[in-house]
């Protein structure tokens, strides 16, 4: 076998896995369209559950930002708690929170050891919640005023354990990265999540949604070990049979703005959702009580990322097989075609971008989807194809560097305007 014939057989293997996932993409995309819209009308309250809202922050002042807005509530003052989850090391920022918090009533929770960050805080407060409903937002979001009220009807259905609501975004124009970080949650919130809503399959996304209290106890508390708690909590409850909704109203936020954090955010998503997958792997393949729609769909959700060494291996070949080829003639016609056809196999991406930034109302960021597919987003698959590996191999090896627990937090660009 000559060397151009290997690189060949080498991109054409690569090739596959890139078109089941394209065609993929494009029979979700289809799904989507194909559903009726789901109605969420406004509607009153039987009854006003007692709701904790709980507001994690690592040297976050922004958080401040969060709470004023929670304070805002248009629920009865009475029938919920706020709760701040600090675990900041920077004095400057604890003292804040800690006099705003005292200042407003609010319950404030500050820890030394930041044993197990984020999901860590959440379980160590659990002793303290006093809500049937848990409501969590990141430091960066500004929930809306009705934000409880709406997040609260579907939990009257007492076998809904988890609602989410839609991420919106506050900065997502500032440049190139932060758009393309925003239009992948576009497509994950406007085409993945109605999906997973009429398959029962809406996983919580870390914040702006709710948790019945009774259901994280029931699964055994939150994982601290691990770095995508939000996707390893969802599964579990998923896997006793209750029941999740997804809202399509906005809770403005921040994405990344740069290189850097964007790509330890991404890194970070793909690592834990292998985890969560390879954790509960008989659960999801063969627990009674889930149906095949929700074992494909949370499959997908937490496996979707192995097509990133495919696109890595697809690439590397493709180059390289310009180079063994030892033919330099002109690109020809024939060259054209199938260049064009095995572009539109592997424009599943593209295509459900397409679909979803219409639906927004975005079509005119079509074209900057297409710059950053070819550019971040190359870099994104390397990145990715670096947490696959450790996912796989390296699991109990730190992946970011000697950071244990892997878990970063994404720098948030509010916290400026606090300090």
């Known amino acids: 076998m000559t060397p151009h014939e290997a690189t060949l057989l080498i991109y054409n293997l690569a090739l596959l896995p890139v078109i089941f996932f394209s065609v993929l993409f494009i029979i979700l995309t289809l799904l989507n369209l194909a559903m009726d819209r789901a109605s969420h009308q406004k509607r009153k309250l039987k009854d006003h559950p ?7 922050s690592f040297n976050d002042p922004v958080a401040i930002r969060c709470l004023k807005a929670c304070l805002r509530f248009n629920y009865p003052k009475d029938r919920y708690e706020i ?11 604890a003292a804040r929170l800690s006099r705003f918090a005292a200042k407003h009533g ?42 409880l009220e709406r997040i609260a009807h579907p939990f009257e259905d007492p076998r809904v354990a988890i609602v989410q609501a839609r991420q919106g975004f506050l900065n997502a124009e500032k440049n190139l990265i932060s758009r393309f970080a925003s239009y992948l949650l576009i497509v994950h919130h406007t085409i993945l999540m109605p999906i997973n809503n009429r398959l029962n ?3 919580f996304c870390g914040t702006a949604g709710a948790i019945r209290k009774s259901a994280i106890e029931e699964v055994g508390g939150w994982n601290t070990e691990s770095i995508t708690e939000d996707s390893d909590l969802s599964v579990r409850i998923l896997a006793k ?11 403005p936020s921040e994405v990344p703005i740069t290189i850097e954090s964007f790509i330890k955010q991404q890194m970070r998503w793909c690592f834990g959702s292998i985890r969560v997958f390879a954790d509960h792997k008989r659960t999801i393949l063969s ?9 494909l769909m949370i499959t997908f959700m937490t496996l979707g990322n192995l097509v990133a060494p495919a696109v890595i291996l697809m690439t590397v070949a493709g180059f390289a097989g310009w180079f063994t080829g030892g033919d330099l003639r002109l690109f020809g016609l024939s060259d054209l075609l199938t260049f064009v056809l095995k ?7 593209l295509v459900m971008g397409f679909v979803a930034l219409y639906k927004r109302k975005s079509i005119a960021e079509f074209p900057r989807l297409l710059l950053a597919t070819f550019s971040i987003s190359l870099i994104l698959v390397f990145a990715n194809t670096v947490a696959v590996y450790k996912a796989v191999f ?4 730190p992946l970011f560097g000697s950071v244990k627990n892997s878990w970063v937090c994404t720098p948030k660009t509010g916290n400026e305007k606090f300090r």
């Open 50 to 56: 007692f709701i904790t809202v709980q507001v994690p």
């Open 83 to 93: 709760m701040v989850l600090d675990d900041s090391t920077n004095e400057r920022v």
């Open 106 to 147: 609010l319950k404030y929770i500050h820890r030394e050891n930041r044993r197990g960050y984020k999901p860590g805080a959440l379980q160590e407060a659990m002793g303290l919640v006093k809500g049937e409903i848990i409501t969590i937002f990141d430091a960066d979001f500004i929930p809306r005023p009705d934000f």
């Open 201 to 203: 399959t809406v996983f």
């Open 241 to 251: 049979g209750y029941k999740t909704v997804y809202l399509p109203f906005e809770t």
């Open 287 to 295: 627990r009674r009580g889930l149906t095949l729609g929700q074992r």
């Open 343 to 349: 572009f539109v196999y592997t424009a599943g991406f």
């Open 394 to 397: 390296r699991k109990e090896r």
